[in-house]
């Protein structure tokens, strides 16, 4: 397995250009199965979870090309499709439950195997399930696959009411109430921008949709959806994470297509922490205050809140704040896998259940260490930016299906970085 090397106590400055986001395009992607027409995405990330979208949606009949190096995905469903979606493909990304409603909507009936995808905690189907029941959808669990079909082969609208925000559960149930008989409403919906991304792109297809960006959405079914082309929204986890890197070693960077709308909470964290963010005509421009990072207390919540996502990053700033800082989880339990591998860098980290309690040390030193996570891995590399000597961070196949070009981005601006090819 390759290994980042990592030598730290450069300062960065330069600009860094921010990817489409992945946790959209994942989405945006199952919805051409909606379509018997072409759906084209730009500005698509060049990741290992798009390949592997890609060989789901293949597999199930589609068509999709990869135009501009990866940067756009054309796409079409126009001939049969298959409605099984194999254990082989699915097991490798949480995402691949996102063929589900898609799949009832157009056929009427599906088989997916349950998902995998990073080891954080438990996501369970149920909530999915749950919603698409309400719409007419008999489900029954046997040999690790959902077998789905909709009374009388077609969906029906509903009101349906989450128990939390599930933003998989939104989504999915989103793209199946597209072609439903009637009005679906979604209450206690996720709120996030990949949301109301998907809901853009949908109407761009000729649904009817409201209230994406809200906590209700309404969805009126329509009879078909046609083909179109849309841009996915900026990742603003990958902005989140660079805007970290002159934070944590100092200097300045200018994020390129960054917006504080898609990120603002993160923002109120990095103020407070001694961070200076600025907007400019291209995007964010990001630099350290005087003096070290002060310590700051932090909440993961759904969004509009601080993202759970950016949270392993936070924690590899707060380790050379000044003071003590507590992490709260509330998102997903076992997300705190990074904490042992940050204190072989010489952190000062205390965990109890889904607290961490980080006191600021005056400075990380490098070690070997192993990502356990997509999230972990690029926190670990932006805890060896600030590091003295060398961090080799090991398993880093993680950080490929969130991160494109991310020794590139990184020694673009300054860093110290390479990536090992193993034999």
Avoid: W
């Avoid at 950080?399 to 390479?418: C, F, N, P, Q, W």
């Amino acid at each position: 397995m390759d290994s980042i090397l990592v030598r730290g106590g450069k300062t960065l400055h330069g600009e860094i250009p921010i990817a489409g986001a992945k946790n959209a395009c994942l989405t945006l992607m199952p919805a051409t199965l909606l379509s018997e027409e072409p759906l084209t995405l730009t500005g698509a990330p060049r990741l290992s979870d798009i390949r592997t979208m890609t060989q789901l949606l293949q597999s199930l009949g589609a068509e999709v090309t990869s135009l501009q190096d990866g940067k756009v995905l054309a796409m079409a469903s126009h001939g049969p499709i298959s409605t099984r979606a194999d254990y082989d493909i699915v097991r490798k990304m949480r995402a691949s439950n996102l063929v589900l409603g898609p799949l009832l909507a157009r056929e009427g009936h599906a088989e997916v195997s349950l998902p995998g995808g990073c080891a954080i905690g438990a996501r369970p189907m149920d909530i999915h399930t749950d919603g698409l029941a309400k719409m007419g959808a008999e489900i029954e669990l046997r040999d690790g696959y959902l077998h789905a079909r909709a009374q009388g082969g077609k969906l029906k609208g509903a009101v349906i009411d989450f128990p939390f925000a599930s933003v998989g559960a939104t989504e999915n149930i989103m793209m199946a109430s597209t072609l439903a008989k009637g009005t679906t409403v979604i209450n206690n919906a996720a709120r996030e921008p990949e949301i109301v991304d998907l809901a853009t792109c949908l109407r761009a297809m000729g649904a009817e949709i409201e209230g994406d960006g809200t906590s209700t959405i309404t969805i009126e079914g329509v009879d078909s959806l046609h083909g179109a082309t849309h841009r996915v929204v900026t990742d603003r986890i990958e902005l989140g994470t660079y805007m970290l890197a002159p934070a944590i070693c100092g200097g300045e960077v200018e994020l390129l297509g960054g917006r504080i709308d898609l990120v603002s909470a993160f923002c109120e964290k990095l103020d407070a922490a001694g961070v200076s963010v600025a907007e400019t005509d291209r995007g964010l421009k990001v630099t350290r205050k005087n003096g070290r990072i002060r310590a700051v207390n932090v909440t993961t919540e759904p969004f509009p809140g601080f993202p759970t996502d950016l949270q392993a990053q936070m924690m590899a700033l707060l380790c050379t704040a000044d003071g003590t800082s507590v992490l709260e989880e509330r998102i997903f339990e076992n997300r705190f896998m990074h904490a042992p591998e940050l204190i072989r860098m010489g952190a000062d980290i205390d965990v109890h259940g889904g607290t961490a309690t980080v006191t600021g040390v005056k400075k990380l030193k490098g070690a070997p260490v192993m990502a356990t996570d997509l999230r972990a891995s690029v926190s670990l590399i932006l805890a060896g930016l600030a590091a003295e000597g060398e961090t080799r961070v090991a398993r880093v196949y993680h950080l490929d299906r969130g991160y494109e070009h991310v020794v590139a981005k990184l020694s673009g601006v300054g860093a110290d970085i390479e990536r090992i090819k193993e034999t």
